[in-house]
C-alpha cells in the first residue's frame, strides 16, 4: 500500500510541508522568493560554507521520508558563480543506507560501499568546461530527473528501496521535489501529448515549467537525465562495484528539441561541427586523445557535443565503432600507430570483464592507526582486528580470513557486543566516521558521522543495546558520547543518548559488562566513573591519593567469585607506565590496593627469581585483562605475563619481540590474544603453555616486492628497514633481515637460485642467501638511493639504477655477481623508488626504462647496454599546460613483444619492443598511475594508483569498463599477478593477495554424428509393459520440501515431456543447477496417472490427455488417492522409493529427437562431464575402416589420449591390460614393447570406458550424431578384440559406465542433457531397466559389498536397488546430504571395505559414509577445487582434481573414526604423498596395493605413477589442441609437430615416442620447416616455426635450444620453408606477405607482395639444376594463396637473385557444400616428376590437377568427390593422400589409377604428410594424430580414381571393399 498513495507523483515539500518547518527543517541563509522566470515562490539556499546552509528532509536523520518512487524530480536553478550539493540517503532492500551526492564542487567520480559522489558540470557558452568549477552566469532552471533504481544497479549491484532522505545545500534555488514511478518528459504537456498523440508520458501540469506562447521548453530549461539511456544499456554486463564509466552530470544552458516535442538526449545536426569537451577520468580505451573534431561523442567516456553556439542537452557515454586511422610520422623513423576514433554509428557495447575479476583472498598486515586493537569472538575461535582500513575476522585453527570492506582511512577503533553479533569500527582521521556491522553476516548495518573529529576508543555493553566512543573535537577536547544501536538491526538509525565534554585525558574506555549506563575511563592522571542518564552522561574522579600523577593505560573490570552483579561487589583494575596496577573500589571511588611490576633482570646479571612488587624502577604497563581466574598484563619490555588475582607469582609468561600493546584473554580464559608495536598478533595458549603467531606485518609503507615461482616466495620492502620472505601458499613469515642504518628500496629475486638481491637508500646492492642466511656479496657502486632493480629470466644479467641517474649491470653467473658495466646519466633522476623503474622483457634481450629524461623511454640492449631505440613520449596532456612524462613501464608478456608506458597525460603507450614504435595508446588511465600489470594472455591489465586497483579488459579497445577495489589506505607503490597468474599482489600499507576469478568460456558442442560399417545395433522389440504392482500402499502425506528434497527420478525413461522448452543451453558451469519445473500429470478416471514414455504425436503440450497412451509404452502406475501432484512412491517403508516398469526401450523418434535439440539442458558446474570438441566436419556414410591388418594401408600408430574425455582409461595390473580413447578410436596398448591395437566402431569422439572385473569385456561409449540420434556403446571381446555388439538407448552422451560385481549388469548413465539410467544384462545385453533423472549426476557405483546396490552422486548420493527376480522394480534411496556441502555438489565416488562409501565433492572435500546406518560419519578438506576421481583399496584413497594435483590418503583409522559417529566429523586425515601433474585428473587406475597406477590428465597426458618412488612418467602425450604442421627430418627418424598451444614437439618416427618439446606461451605455431642436410655437420638440424604473432623461431635439436627470434610479418606466418642449403627461410603470412630471411644474421633481405591480400596457404621449395626451366637459380620455389592463385620462382639466395618462373590463377568454385567455406589452395612439387605441380582446391571441381611446368599446361585430372583440404603425395612411391572436410582420408595411386577411402579420424582430416623416406604417412584432425604404412594399391586394393567421382552414391559403394557388416543409423 505504500506505493499506491505515492502514484502518480508525489509533491515532496506539500506533502512533507515544508513552509512550516515542522517535519523539516533548515539552517543557514534559507529564504523563500518570488524568481521572476517562475513566477512562483522558490526557496534560495545561500551561503559560503554548503555544509551549513541547507535544507533537510526529513527534520531529523533518525526518521525516514520513505517515499518509494523510482524517479526523483529536482526542480532546481544553481546561483551563478558558486558551488552547491545535493544529498540524497538511499536505502536498499537489505536496509542499507546509501548516500548519493551531486555537486558542481566534485572534482571525479569517486565511489564506496555507502557513498556515491557524481561530478555536475554546469556549461553555458564555455568550450572547456572545468570539472569543480563554479555555475556560470547564464545558468537556468533545470529538472534533474535522477532513476534511484538505476543508479544503485549499476554503481553499486544493489537493489533501491526507498528514499530516505533529502539535503539540498547551498548555494541554489530550488522550486519543489517529486518522486514517482513513471518517467515523464518535461518539455511536454499533456494537452500537446494529447493533440499531438504522441506516445510518450507529458508532465503534470503541477510539475510544469512555464513556457510562453511561441517559445519551445528546450530555449529556456534544461532537462538533466541520469543516468541515461546508453549507460542503463551497461547494466546487464556491469556489475562491479566500479562504475562503467566516469560519471558526469552535464548542465549546459541550450538544448534543442525533436520533432513532436520529445526530448532529446544528444542532438548533432550535421551541418554544425561538433566539439569535444571535458575528458574525466574513464575506463580504459582504444581511443587515442586527437585534435582532429570527430562527428560524435568519446568511445570511451563522456563528452559534450556543441550545438549551433549554445551547446547541447545532456551528453553520456555511447560506446563507438573502431576505426584505424593513419596519423603523423614523426621525422627520422617510420612507425605507425594505431588510434581509435569513435564512429559516427556506435556500435554495441561488448564487455568481457567477468564479474568480478578480483576477490580478496588474504591480507598480511595489522594495524594502521595503532596496534591496539585486536578482539576475541564469543566462542574464543576468531579474532577480529584491523589491517589499515580492512577489518579482519581470522579464525585461528583454519587461519581463514573473512573481511569487512568499506572504510576509506584507517580504522581507528574496534568493538564487539558480548555475543558477538554487533561488531563497531572507528575511521581515524577527522571527521571520523563510524561503521555498523552484523558480525556473522558481514553486512554494514550503519554508517554515521561522530560529532567527535578523532574516535580513539570503542566499546559495546554486553547487550549490543549502547555503544560509547571517546576522542578529540575539533578545539583538541576530550568527547564521550553514548549511542543507542537496538534500532540498527531494523533498518532504523543509531541516536545519539548522551555526550559530554571532558578535561581529562582518556587513553582507555569501557562500558561496564553488569550495568550498561555505567562506564570507566582511564588517562593520564585520570581515572573517571561515567553514568548515563537521560539524554546526559555524568561523570566523577576517583581519588588516586598518592598516585594521582601516574599515566594510566588500560583498565579492566574483576568480577566476583560469587557471579554478584551489584556494582558494589565489582573491582577495578587500572594499569600504569609505571609499572604500578591499581585495585579501585567503585562504590567508595577510591584505591583499595596498589601494586608494582619491576624489572625481573637487571643489566648484566643473571636470571633472578621475581619480585615484581617492592620499589625501584617499574616495568610500563600498556594493558591488562582480566578473567575469572587471571589477570594477563602486557609491558613495554616485551613480555606478556599471566598473574594470579592475588599477584602472587607469575604463573607464565612469553617473550615478544618488541614491546607488548595490548592483551585480551578469551572468554574461556585458555587463550590470552596479544599484540605488539611491531606489528605482530598471536595468542598463548594456556594449556599447553605454547605461543601461536597468526600475523606477523611490516609496521611502515611497502615500497616493493617480487616473486619466486619455484618455491612460491613473496619478498617484500619497507620503509621500517625490513626486508621479509614469505610463503605465498601460507602467507607466512620465512625470514626476516633488518637493516639499522639504511631502508631497503627494492628487491628481486634470482631466477633459478635460493638469492635475493636488494638495494638500499645508501645506493649499497646487497645479494642475500637465502639457504646460508647471509649476505653473500655487496657492491657499492651507485652515488644515490637504489630506486630499481631488475633480473633477467634467464638469471644471466642483473642490473639496477639510482637516484642520480646511474645503471650498474652485473653478471649473475659469478659466483660473486661482479660489476660487468656503470653508466651515468641514463635514468630519469627524478623519478623516486619504483618497482617499474627497470623491467627486462620476457626473452632476457631487452632492458627498459625511463630516462634520461622523464619523457623519453630508453630500451638497451640487456648483454651489452648498447641503445637500440629511444622514444621520446611527450604531449600534452587534456589541460594544455604541460607536457606528458612517463611515470611507470612494463613488457607484456612474451611472445607479444609490446612496452606499456603510462603516462602523466592519463594513457598508456603501447610500444613495439623491438622497434620503439608507438602501436597504440589507451586513454583513460587514472593519473600518476604507481604501477602497471599485464597477465600472461594479455587479457586483463592492472593499474595502481592512489588507494584502488583497477582491472580493465585489455584487448577491447573501446567502450570497455574497468572494476575498481578498495582496500588500501595509502597509495598502492605496486601490484602483479602472481607466477601462476591465478592471483594478484598489491602492496602499499600492508600486503593484499586477491584471488583471480576469471572463468574461460566453455567449449561449444559440435554437431555430433555417428558411422555405418560396424556390427549390428541390438535393438529391443517394442512390447507394452503391463502395471507394476508395488504390493500394499499405504496414505502417505506428501513429504514437505524441507525435510523430502525433490526425487531424481521422474517416472519414466525417456519422458522429454517434461524438460523445461525455456531452458537455454550454456556450457559456462554454474554454481547452482537449476531445477526443473515439475510438470503436471493429469488424473485419470480411476484415480490412476501414468506418463508415457513416448513423445507421442503432439508437440504443442507436454501433458497427456486423459489416460491415452502410445501403444507399446511403458506405464508406471501408482496406487492410492490419485491426488494431483501426488509424487511417485514404493512400499510404504520407505516413502521416497520408486517403482519402475521393466520395459525394452525403441529408437527415440525423429520428433523426440528434434525437440531434446530444441531444449538443452543447463551444464552444471562440475568439470565431470564429458564436452565434445566443436566440429563442423559430418560423419561420412558408407566409408570402411581401415583394415587392422592388410598390405595396402595399415594404422601403425596413434599419439594423442582424449583428455576432454572422462574416465576413458582403463588398465588391469593382473592381466597388463591397458586401453585409451583417442578420438574415435579405441587404443589398445602393450606397456612393455610399446605395440597398440586399434579398435575401430565408433562413428564420433569417444566419452568413456569401462572394463569388465574378469577383463574378458571393454564397453565404450561415444556421442551421438547426425546418423544416429542416440548414443553409440560398443561391447568389445578382449581377447579376440572384436566388436560383439553395439547397443544404444541414451540421447545425448554417455557420462559412466560401470559393471556389476558380478559382471551380470552393466549400468549406463546419460550426461545432464539426456539424464538417463540405463541397466543391461550383459548375458543378452538387453535392457534390463531405465530411469529418467530430474537432475544431473556426475558419476555411479556398484557396491561390492551389498549386491544388487548402485549408488549415483549428485546434488546428493542416491542408493538405487537393483531389480531382483521377477520383479522389475527400482527402488531409490536418497541419502542425507552432510550441511557440509552447502551449495556444492558430490562429484565423483567409490567404494572402500564394506560398509564405506567415499565421495567427493566440488568444493574439494571428501565424504565418509557408512553404507549399513546411512550416515555420513567422516568429512575433510582435501583439496582447493573439485575432487573428479576417487579411488580406494585397503587403508588407501587416491583423490584427483581439477587442480591438476594426485594426492594418497592413509585410512587405516578411518573404520574406528566409524565407531565413533557424529563425533569424528571434524577428524583430521593423513596425507601421505601428493603429485603435482599437467591438467585436471580425469581418470586413473591402481593396483590393488595402491603402490602404482596410470592416471590421465585433461591435458591429453597419461602418467605412470609410482608412489613408492614419488615420481610421475609420461605414457602418452598428445597435443591438447589443433596439430597445425608435421615436417620430417632428412633421414626420415624423427618427425616435428607444430600445435595451437605453441608447443613444437620432436618424435621418433620407429615407436613415436616424445623426445624434445619447445613450448612458447600465449601463441599459436601455425607452420613448420625441418631445415635440408648439411654435410659432415649432422648436429646443425634445426627446425622454423611461425606463430600467430607473426614472429618465427629456429630451434637447434642438438642443443635443445632457440636459435634465434625474428620478426618477419606483421601478421600470423601461415605457411614456411627452408632454402636447398638451409641458410634461408621463406615464409608467408595471413595477409599475403612472403618474407626471405637468413637465420643466421636474423635479417629479412627481401618481402614479396605478389599474393598480397589473401593468406598464403602453402610454400615449398626443392633444388633446381643450372639453367633448369630457362632461368638461373639453385632452388625452385611456390607459394599458394587463398585468391586461387600460385607461383613459381627460381632463386638463387646467395647472389640475392629471385625470378617469377610460372604464376597459375584458377576461378573460385562456384557452389560448396558450405557456403562460405572457402577450401584451400593447396599446391605441392611432384617428387617423382620434377616438372609436374600437383594442385587441389584451385578451380571449379572437386579435383587434383597435375600441372607441367614445362609445357604450362595441365597435364593430367585426377577427380575427387570432395574438396581437398589437404594434400600430401609420397616421395618413394606415386601415391596421393587428400584429406577431406567429411573426415574421409583417400589414398590414390597415381601408377595404376585406383583409390581408396578410409575413415578413422573424428573430425575434418586438415593435415597429411608423407615421410621423405619409407612409407609412412602421418594425418592429423584436431588434435589425433594418426600413423600409417602405406604399401600401394594392388588390383584388388582399390579401383579406378575416375570411378570414385560420380557423386555421393558412389562413394557407398565403398563399404564393401573391406568386408566389415555395416548398419544404416537413423
Known sequence: MARVWQHPFLN???????????????????????????????????????????????????????????????????????????????????????????????????????????????????????????????????????????????????????????????????????????????????????????????????????????????????????????????????????????????????????????????????????HWGPTPPRPLSGVRRSRKRVEGSGGGGPSVVRVGGRGVHVVSHSPAALEDVAVCKPPGRKQSRQKVVPSKTPSPQTDSLPDPVLRLKSVIGFGGHSTRWALWTEDGATVVYPCHAVIVALHVETREQRFFLGHTDKVSALALDGNSSLLASAQGPPPSVVRLWDFRAGVCLALFQSPVHTLSTLSFSRSGMVLCGTGKDGHGRTMVVAWSTDRAGRGGEVAVLGK?????????????????????????????????????????????????????????????????????????????????????????????????????????????????????????????????????????????????????????????????????????GLRVLSTTTRGHLGFLDVLTCEYNVLVRSHTDTVLAFATEPSRRQLATVSRDSSIRVWDLAT??????????????????????????????????????????????????????????????????????????????????????????????????????????????????????????????????????????????????????????????????????????????????????AELGHIVQELSGIQPTASSLALSEGSCFLLTAGNCAIKVWDYPVQAGSGCQVYIGHSEPVQDVAFTPDQRQVLSV????????????????????????????????????????????????????????HPRSLLSPGPCTRQLEDPLTGAHELPRQVVPMPARAGLPESSDGVFSVSDDEGPCEESPRLQGSQQAPGSPVLVEKGTGAFGDSARGSAGDPRGLGLSHFHCSWPSAQGASKAEASPAIRPDSYKHFVARFKAST??????????????????????????????????????????????????????????????????????????????????????????????????????????????HHAAAIQALAFSPDDGLLATLGNYRDCTLALWSTATFTLVACAHLQEPVHGLAFSPGAAGQLTCVGRAALTLCLPRGADPSLQVHREPVPAEVGAGELSSLCFGSPPLLFCGSTAGRVYAWDTATHRCFLTWEADDGEIGVLLCSGARLVSGSITKRLRLWAMG?????????????????????????????????????????????????????????????????????????????????????????????????????????FQVLDQSCLCLAWSPPICGHPELHRVAAGYSDGTLRVFRIARTEMEIKMHPHRKALTAMA?????????????GGLVAVSRPGTGMTVRVLSDHQGAPISAIQSRSKEYGEFGVEGTDLWLAASGDQRVSVWASDWPEDHCELVDWLSFPAPAHLERPGCQPPSLAAFCPWDRGLLACAGLGLREEVLLYSLRQKQVVEKIPLPFFAVSLSL?????????????????????????????????????????????????????????????????????????????????????????????????
Open 12 to 274: 515532496v515539500f506539500r506533502h512533507f510541508k515544508v513552509d512550516e518547518w515542522k517535519r523539516s527543517s533548515k539552517e543557514g541563509d534559507v529564504a523563500a522568493v518570488m524568481d521572476r522566470t517562475l513566477k512562483r515562490r522558490v526557496y534560495r539556499i545561500r551561503g559560503s560554507i554548503s555544509a551549513g546552509n541547507y535544507i533537510q528532509l526529513p527534520k531529523t536523520s533518525t526518521q525516514s521520508l520513505g517515499l518509494t518512487g523510482r524517479y526523483l524530480y529536482v526542480l532546481f536553478r544553481p546561483l551563478p558563480t558558486k558551488h552547491f550539493v545535493i544529498h540524497l540517503d538511499v536505502s536498499t532492500e537489505d536496509s542499507q543506507v546509501i548516500r548519493v551526492s551531486f555537486s558542481n564542487l566534485f572534482k571525479e567520480f569517486k565511489s564506496t560501499a555507502t557513498w556515491l559522489q557524481f561530478p555536475f558540470i554546469c556549461e553555458a557558452q564555455l568550450s572547456r568546461p572545468d570539472l569543480g568549477a563554479a555555475a556560470p552566469p547564464g545558468v537556468r532552471w533545470t529538472c534533474l530527473q535522477l532513476d534511484l533504481l538505476d543508479i544503485l544497479l549499476i554503481y553499486l549491484n544493489r537493489r533501491y528501496g526507498h528514499l530516505k532522505g533529502v539535503r539540498l545545500c547551498a548555494n541554489l534555488l530550488v522550486r519543489n521535489l517529486y518522486t514517482s514511478d513513471l518517467s515523464f518528459n518535461p518539455a511536454v504537456t499533456v494537452s500537446e501529448a494529447r493533440q499531438a498523440k504522441l506516445a510518450i508520458t507529458p508532465i503534470p501540469r503541477e510539475m510544469a515549467f512555464p513556457v510562453p506562447k511561441g517559445k519551445r521548453w528546450h530555449d529556456h530549461y534544461v532537462h538533466v537525465q541520469f543516468p541515461s539511456d546508453s549507460l542503463k544499456a551497461l547494466e546487464p554486463v556491469q556489475k562491479s562495484h566500479a562504475p562503467p564509466e566516469a560519471a558526469f552530470l552535464r548542465l549546459v544552458a541550450a538544448s534543442r528539441p525533436v520533432q513532436g516535442g520529445a526530448s532529446p538526449q544528444v542532438q548533432v545536426p550535421s551541418s554544425v561541427a561538433p
Open 500 to 668: 559530554a565534554h571532558t578535561d581529562a585525558d582518556i587513553q582507555a574506555f569501557q562500558v561496564a559488562f553488569f550495568d550498561e549506563t555505567r562506564m570507566v575511563s582511564c588517562g593520564r592522571s585520570s581515572v573517571r566513573l561515567w553514568r548515563l542518564r537521560g539524554t546526559g552522561l555524568r561523570s566523577c574522579p576517583v581519588d588516586l591519593g598518592e598516585h594521582h600523577a601516574l599515566d594510566f593505560t588500560g583498565l579492566a573490570f574483576m568480577q566476583s567469585q560469587d557471579g554478584c552483579q551489584e556494582p558494589s561487589t565489582h573491582v577495578l583494575l587500572v594499569c600504569s607506565r609505571s609499572g604500578h596496577i591499581l585495585e579501585i573500589d567503585c562504590q567508595r571511588l577510591a584505591v583499595r590496593r596498589a601494586r608494582r611490576l619491576l624489572p625481573t633482570r637487571p643489566p648484566g646479571r643473571p636470571h633472578l627469581q621475581k619480585q615484581p612488587f617492592t620499589s625501584g624502577p617499574g616495568v610500563p604497563i600498556s594493558s591488562l585483562s582480566v578473567s575469572p581466574g587471571v589477570c594477563a598484563v602486557g609491558s613495554g619490555d616485551g613480555y606478556l605475563r599471566l598473574w594470579p588475582l592475588d599477584f602472587s607469582s607469575v604463573l607464565l609468561e612469553a617473550e615478544h619481540e618488541g614491546p607488548v600493546s595490548s592483551v585480551h584473554v578469551s572468554p574461556d
Open 731 to 912: 602467507l607466512r613469515q620465512l625470514y626476516d633481515f633488518t637493516s639499522s642504518d639504511e631502508a631497503p628500496w627494492a628487491v628481486a629475486f634470482h631466477p633459478s637460485q635460493p638469492i635475493l638481491f636488494c638495494g638500499f637508500g645508501g645506493g649499497v646492492m646487497r645479494a642475500f642467501s637465502l639457504e646460508a642466511l647471509d649476505v653473500l656479496v655487496e657492491h657499492r657502486c651507485h652515488r644515490g638511493s637504489v630506486t630499481g632493480l631488475a633480473v633477467t629470466p634467464d638469471g644471466r644479467f642483473l642490473f639496477s639504477c639510482c637516484s642520480q641517474g646511474g645503471l650498474a649491470q652485473y653478471d649473475c653467473t659469478h659466483p660473486q655477481c661482479c660489476i660487468l658495466h656503470a653508466a651515468g646519466n641514463m635514468v630519469n633522476q627524478e623519478a623516486g623508488p619504483s618497482p617499474s623503474t627497470l623491467t627486462v622483457s620476457g626473452d632476457s634481450r631487452l632492458l627498459a626504462f625511463v630516462g634520461p629524461s622523464k619523457y623519453m623511454v630508453t630500451a638497451v640492449d640487456t648483454a651489452s647496454l648498447a641503445e637500440l631505440w629511444r622514444v621520446n613520449i611527450s604531449t600534452l596532456d587534456p589541460a594544455g599546460s604541460s607536457l606528458g612524462s612517463a611515470m611507470t613501464i612494463c613488457f607484456s608478456p612474451t611472445p607479444t613483444s609490446h612496452l606499456l608506458v603510462a603516462t602523466s597525460a592519463n594513457t598508456v603507450l603501447v610500444l613495439d
Open 988 to 1043: 602499499g600499507d600492508a600486503i593484499f593477495l586477491w584471488d583471480v576469478l576469471a572463468i574461460p568460456k566453455g567449449t561449444p558442442e559440435g554437431s555430433i554424428h555417428s558411422s555405418a560399417g560396424a556390427p549390428p545395433t541390438d535393438e529391443a522389440a517394442p512390447c507394452r509393459a503391463s502395471p507394476v504392482s508395488l504390493g500394499h500402499t499405504e496414505h502417505v502425506a506428501p513429504p514437505s520440501p524441507e525435510h
Open 1179 to 1288: 560423419c561420412p556414410k558408407g566409408v570402411p575402416y581401415p583394415p587392422a591388418r592388410g598390405e595396402q594401408l595399415r594404422l601403425k600408430a596413434v599419439v594423442g589420449y582424449n583428455g576432454n574425455g572422462r574416465e576413458n582409461m582403463v588398465w588391469r595390473p593382473d592381466t597388463g591390460f591397458f586401453a585409451y580413447s583417442c578420438g574415435c578410436l579405441v587404443v589398445v596398448e602393450d606397456l612393455h614393447s610399446g605395440s597398440q591395437q586399434h579398435w575401430l566402431g565408433h562413428p564420433e569422439e569417444i566419452s568413456t570406458l569401462a572394463l569388465s572385473h574378469n577383463a574378458q569385456v571393454l564397453a565404450s561409449a561415444s556421442v551421438s550424431s547426425s546418423v544416429a540420434t542416440s548414443c553409440l556403446i560398443c561391447i568389445w571381446n578382449v581377447p579376440e578384440g572384436s566388436c560383439q555388439r553395439l547397443l544404444s
Open 1453 to 1557: 583409522a578411518v573404520p574406528e573414526l566409524r565407531l565413533k559417529g557424529s563425533g569424528a566429523r571434524s577428524s583430521p586425515m593423513v596425507m601421505e604423498q601428493q603429485l603435482a601433474l599437467d591438467g585436471a585428473v580425469v581418470s586413473a587406475a591402481f593396483d590393488e596395493s595402491m603402490d602404482m597406477g596410470v592416471v590421465g590428465t585433461s591435458a591429453g597426458t597419461l602418467w605412470y605413477v609410482s608412489w613408492a618412488e614419488g615420481t610421475s612418467t609420461h605414457l602418452v602425450s598428445g597435443h591438447s589442441s589443433r596439430v597445425n604442421e608435421v615436417a620430417f627430418s632428412p633421414s626420415g627418424s624423427h618427425c616435428a609437430t607444430a600445435s595451437e598451444d605453441g608447443s613444437v614437439r620432436v618424435w621418433t618416427l620407429a615407436s613415436m615416442e616424445l623426445v624434445l618439446q
Open 1618 to 1630: 627452408f632454402s636447398s642449403d638451409g641458410h634461408t627461410i621463406i615464409s608467408g603470412d595471413k
Open 1770 to 1866: 609420397s616421395p618413394g612411391r606415386r601415391l596421393l593422400a587428400v584429406g577431406s572436410a567429411d573426415r574421409v582420408l583417400r589414398l590414390v595411386d597415381c601408377a595404376t589409377g585406383r583409390a581408396r577411402d578410409l575413415a578413422a579420424h573424428a573430425d575434418a582430416v586438415h593435415l597429411c604428410r608423407f615421410a621423405p623416406a619409407g612409407p609412412l604417412l602421418i594425418t592429423a584432425a584436431a588434435d589425433e594424430l594418426l600413423v600409417w604404412e602405406a604399401a600401394g594399391l594392388g588390383p584388388t586394393g582399390g579401383r579406378p580414381a575416375h570411378e570414385g567421382c560420380r557423386g555421393p552414391g558412389a562413394r557407398d559403394a565403398v563399404g564393401g571393399i573391406v568386408g566389415l557388416p555395416s548398419v544404416q543409423f537413423k
